[in-house]
């Protein structure tokens, strides 16, 4: 029996390169999206392609019933979980924090810390040898800015963002005993659609060039660390926060 990866936010950018990387490393895998089943669709069938099977499930992270729902589907349908990537994220339009409204905090929050917390939950409640479970791994995916605080474009995301950094942390020392281990990664400025939902699509490349790299990073290159911290090559790395930012 192969492995069993749930990615959340898979359909698109990062998850969905971290979705084709699992695949070629011999997971079946499950590629959580929130809204547009054809793009979820055209990563499974890319998955299939390649040799193990993929399941795609509609759920609303930030929704506890979805999520539960969610990790029932997986186990019925591929099987016991062997690894969790928090991958599911979500910025708002820029702003100044005192533009900003209390139902813009709640849905950053509620996807980027609450859904990240719902599912390690549920991952745990699976993976951990103290219910039973047989280890596994999980990465979530923080950002460079829960270091830089993204001030007058988005302190919101960055907040939640230093929280995910945070639980990385203490869920690592929490789990490693009972067979989890649990690290992170930070991406720098990447290439994919989350910049256009913050309004930022036509400035983030030429802050990009501004890096000492001096471009974008590309989802791939995201998910090689994400796929390389689930990796038995990584097999020290507990509670590790890897910087994938280009110098940034
Ligand atoms: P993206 O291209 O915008 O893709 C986001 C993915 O998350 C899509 O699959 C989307 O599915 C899914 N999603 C959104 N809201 C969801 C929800 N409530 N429940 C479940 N799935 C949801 O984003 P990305 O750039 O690849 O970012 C992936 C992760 O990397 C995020 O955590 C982001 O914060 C982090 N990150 C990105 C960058 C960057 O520069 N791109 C930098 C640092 C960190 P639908 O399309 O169906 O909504």
New binding site residues.
């Given amino acids: 029996m192969k492995p069993i990866v749930l990615i ?8 969905a390169a971290t979705a084709l990387l699992c695949a070629r490393a011999g997971y079946d895998v499950a590629i ?5 089943a054809a ?1 979820a669709d055209a990563v499974a069938e890319q998955v299939r392609s390649l040799g193990v099977r993929a399941l795609t499930v509609r ?4 929704d506890e019933a979805q999520v539960l729902a969610m990790f029932e589907r997986v186990d019925a349908e591929l099987g016991p979980l062997s690894a969790l990537v928090n ?4 910025v708002a339009a820029a702003a100044r924090l005192d533009e900003m409204s209390l139902t813009r905090w709640q849905r950053v929050f509620g ?2 810390v609450i ?1 990240s917390l719902l599912c390690a939950r549920a991952a745990v409640m699976r993976m951990s040898r103290l219910h039973g479970g047989a280890g596994g791994v999980i990465v979530n ?1 923080s ?2 800015v829960a270091q830089l605080g993204s001030p007058g474009i988005y302190v919101d995301y960055a907040a939640s963002k230093g929280a995910i950094d945070s639980l990385t942390l203490g869920l690592a020392r929490e789990l490693i005993g009972e067979g989890i281990r649990v690290n992170g990664v930070r ?4 290439d ?4 256009a ?1 913050g309004g930022m699509a036509d400035l983030v490349p030429g802050v990009a060039a501004t890096l000492p790299i001096g471009r974008m990073g590309s ?1 791939d290159e995201v998910a090689q660390s994400i796929v390389w911290l689930m990796s038995a090559a990584s097999s020290y790395c507990v509670g590790t926060l890897l910087d994938v930012g280009g110098g940034r």
């Fill in positions: 959340t936010g898979g359909s698109r950018g990062i998850g959580n999206y929130a809204h547009d793009a759920a609303d992270v930030s991958n599911a994220g979500v996807v980027n859904g995916v950002s460079r991406p720098g400025i990447i994919t659609e989350i910049h939902s989802a």
